[in-house]
């Protein structure tokens, strides 16, 4: 199905270990986004790419680590866990210029204990 | 800067009523505004949005009119249904320096009773 996709879907971490959550999209989007849910705080953005080879912080970065080498695919990287970034991360794109709102991956949730 | 403010939830309804969900925003200019859902267990799907003041966004059977004047863009139903039940995130985005960004407010739960 066309839209976009992110691996794993659940995941379990102790804290310091690392991970890379995997976002691809088939759309041909410029745009892709970051964020995090946490209850009661909505959506949060950790990282966004404007296109191919570029990032940008978005409002709660510290501890995450982006990289988009590739137009379709926007990885999002925890270098050392910590139990404060247990959360459900979603990835979302856009094409570039106009208001079409974003196209939503169906989320990670991920534990960090 | 830009801020989007939803009622708190949940919002708890029979089936068959009239639901509204309050949701006003504070920003510059003209934004553009959004009505995102998301059911248990996915992630957040566009419902509805305007982009401009007086616009009204529908689907579904849910509406809402972009007031510039009242700085609101509420959330209704005439009739909800039990499959309604879900989370409601509204939003705006504002064009700044080439991208698209959006702010979200912190999401309003509905529940619907049989």
């Known amino acids: 199905n066309a839209g976009v996709t992110q691996t794993p879907k659940f995941r379990v971490l102790k804290t310091g270990q690392s991970m890379t959550l995997l976002c691809a999209q088939d759309?041909?989007?410029?745009?892709m986004y970051w964020y995090r849910q946490d209850p009661g705080m909505g959506l949060r953005l950790i990282h966004y790419s404007v296109g191919e080879g570029t990032t940008a912080k978005g409002e709660v970065p510290d501890g995450y680590n982006v990289s988009r080498l590739k137009k379709q695919n926007f990885l999002l990287g925890l270098e050392s866990a910590a139990p404060s970034q247990t959360s459900v991360y979603f990835c979302?794109?856009?094409?570039?210029?106009?208001?079409?709102?974003?196209?939503f991956g169906s989320g990670t949730r991920l534990t960090v204990v | 800067g830009d801020s989007v403010t939803q009622m708190e939830g949940p919002v708890t309804l029979s089936e068959e009523a009239f639901l509204t969900i309050n949701c006003t925003y504070t920003?510059?200019?003209?934004?553009?505004l959004f009505w995102y859902v998301q059911y248990p267990g996915e992630g957040l799907q566009l419902l509805l949005k305007?982009?401009?003041?007086?616009d009204k966004g529908s689907n579904k059977g849910f509406e809402a009119t972009y007031r510039k004047e009242t700085t609101s863009f509420h959330l209704e139903k005439g009739s909800v249904q039990v499959s309604d039940s879900a989370v409601y995130f509204c939003a705006l985005s504002q064009m700044n320096t080439g991208f698209q960004k959006l702010v979200f407010g912190t999401g309003t739960r509905l529940l619907v009773s049989p």
């Open positions: 979302a794109s856009t094409p570039a210029g106009a208001n079409y709102g974003y196209t």
């Open positions: 305007a982009t401009k003041a007086d």
């Open positions: 759309m041909n989007h410029e745009y």
């Open positions: 920003a510059t200019g003209y934004p553009s």
